[in-house]
């Protein structure tokens, strides 16, 4: 595995492969590696011929009163991770080399509507960073391939919806939360629960698994589903920031239209943020009636 912290040395190695006709998938992450981030590049290695993983934590997509200082950096160990899974390239570059003329200078770009609804409703901002970011990484690397965890699903659907809408030419692959045997979705933030916190956690998925079986055995009264969840949440010890049934395709209201509903949930257990989210497809149109209620 090579690593490289320009953009010069990274682009003239990929500029090899290429030249040898070898295909590139991309995993950007922010490190502190887990399980969930090695399943990506397991997918990865199904889909290309040659593995690129950036680490880099992006100081534009966190707010003000954040985690930034405090997000966990373990690249030694990071390294020793990717390498057993076959990595070819790591791209680690420092904020200097990503933002050169500092980030209020560089260019954003900006995803309208999915950016502003659910996470992006409490933290402004935080998806135009990321869509910048990434957007950016996908210059530099010029992936055939990007592969993206589900459990930010609203992170996903923008980006998918970025590539679409500029017409990138990358594929963007969705991989399925890993998770602990007690269903708590692998997240590099679980480091910050205290161990009372952890045996909480759980809960989060539980309510999120609940409110799924409710609505595929008839349940149509969403704001009722909605509101219960929450108030099992703060029974729980945690502070809801939302719980909300959605759209799956457009994260929006559920229509007659609908095919498939995301149910989607962030809460604070502690300092510890944490986000989750479940789906379900739903009946034909015209069996499922009652779902389209609310």
Not at 248 to 260: D, H, I, M, Q
Not at 268 to 276: A, Q
């Amino acid at each position: 595995m090579r690593t490289y912290e320009t953009i010069a040395q990274l682009q003239g190695a990929l500029r090899d492969f290429r030249q040898k006709g070898l295909t590139v998938a991309f995993v950007p992450t922010m490190g502190n590696l887990h399980e969930g981030h090695l399943d990506l590049v397991r997918r990865a290695r199904t889909r290309c011929d040659i593995i690129v993983v950036s680490i880099f934590v992006n100081p534009l997509q966190f707010g003000p009163n954040e985690d930034l200082d405090a997000y966990p950096r373990t690249l030694a160990a990071d390294k020793e991770k990717l390498f057993r899974e076959g990595t070819h390239v790591l791209y680690a570059p420092g904020v200097e080399e990503i933002y050169p003329e500092g980030m209020a200078a560089h260019t954003h770009v900006r995803v309208p509507d999915l950016s502003e609804t659910l996470c992006g409703s409490s933290r402004p901002g935080h998806f135009d960073g990321v869509t910048t970011i990434v957007s950016k990484l996908f210059n530099i690397v010029q992936p055939d391939v990007a592969v993206f965890g589900e459990k930010d699903f609203q992170q996903l659907s923008i980006i998918r919806k970025m590539v679409s809408d500029l017409r990138m030419p990358v594929e963007i692959v969705g991989v399925a939360t890993a998770r602990d045997e007690d269903g708590l979705a692998k997240s590099s933030r679980n480091g910050y629960l205290t161990r009372a916190q952890r045996e909480v956690a759980p809960v989060l998925h539980q309510t999120l698994l609940s409110c799924r079986e409710a609505i595929a055995c008839g349940f149509d009264n969403f704001l009722q589903l909605e509101s219960h969840a929450r108030m099992q949440l703060l029974q729980a010890g945690f502070e809801p920031d939302y719980f909300e049934i959605r759209d799956a395709r457009s994260l929006r209201t559920v229509t007659e239209e609908t095919e498939e509903i995301a149910i989607l949930a962030a809460a604070r257990l502690g300092k510890t943020r944490l986000i989750d989210n479940v789906r379900l497809a739903l009946n034909p149109v015209s069996d499922w009636g009652m779902l389209a209620e609310h």
